[in-house]
């Protein structure tokens, strides 16, 4: 079974810079999350989608970043513009939305951004 | 706001002694706890859990123990072998297992534990 894919692996852009990621889940995997992890931090969620709709997106900051998963497989996150302060490693999970109790998520390897 | 901290950055051990990795939250209404590992350029992957119904959970070399009323958990890897070098984050769903799984997970700073041969 294929994992959690993202591109690019490493992104260096410079302040006031577009960038945009990609995320392709574990097929029939129907809840997808983007977190944000800063050097020294643990992985703070970003946005979580269950298929195509959003379940949270309390801590996106949405002036700035957007996510949208169309057709509820792949999703992409954008910022726009950047900051020097979004320098980060980009995670994305999928997990299956077993009905109730848990459901183990399954991390990509992450997209590093370097904002010059 | 931090709510899961894990305070020690790292931690070395010897090759066939124990591991101890600590967590302490400070939200009384998380109930499910959940412990990553992570490898360089690797994205994290699921270790092991506990609800809040029990105080231990054992997996093989791996054992979360539960202290709710100290709201602490802790990791032990027995015996630790140098391939658990890795990150180790201990993580909770906001609103615990009423929520949808996963919800708004918090997660600590994480604890490099490297292990000598």
């Known amino acids: 079974e294929a994992g959690v894919a993202q591109s690019p692996r490493y992104k260096i852009i410079e302040k006031r810079q577009s960038v945009a990621f990609w995320c392709n889940p574990i097929?029939?995997?129907?809840?997808l999350y983007w977190y944000q992890q800063i050097l020294g931090q643990g992985p703070k969620l970003l946005i979580q989608?269950?298929?195509?709709?959003?379940?949270?997106d309390s801590q996106l900051p949405k002036d700035r970043f957007s996510a949208e998963r169309l057709k509820g497989v792949d999703s992409t996150l954008k910022i726009q513009p950047a900051k020097l302060e979004d320098s980060a490693v980009y995670l994305c999970a999928s997990s299956l939305d077993r009905a109730g109790g848990t459901d183990t998520q399954y991390f990509g390897p992450g997209t590093r951004l370097t904002v010059l | 706001d931090q709510q899961v901290k894990q305070n020690s950055p790292s931690l070395s051990v010897q090759e066939g002694r124990i591991s101890i990795l600590n967590c302490d939250y400070t939200?009384?209404?998380?109930?499910?706890f959940l412990w990553y590992k992570k490898y360089p350029a690797e994205g994290p992957t699921f270790l092991i859990s506990i609800s809040s119904i029990k105080d231990k959970n054992e997996d093989g070399r791996f054992t979360v123990f539960l202290n709710k009323s100290a709201k602490h958990l802790s990791l032990h890897i027995v015996p630790s072998q140098p391939g658990d070098s890795a990150v180790y984050f201990c993580?909770?769903?906001?609103?615990?297992?009423?929520?949808?799984?996963?919800?708004?997970?918090?997660f600590g700073a994480g604890t490099r534990l490297t292990v000598k041969p």
């Open positions: 993580a909770a769903p906001a609103r615990g297992l009423h929520g949808p799984p996963n919800n708004d997970m918090r």
């Open positions: 989608f269950q298929n195509n709709g959003v379940v949270d």
């Open positions: 097929s029939g995997h129907a809840t």
């Open positions: 939200n009384s209404m998380f109930d499910y």
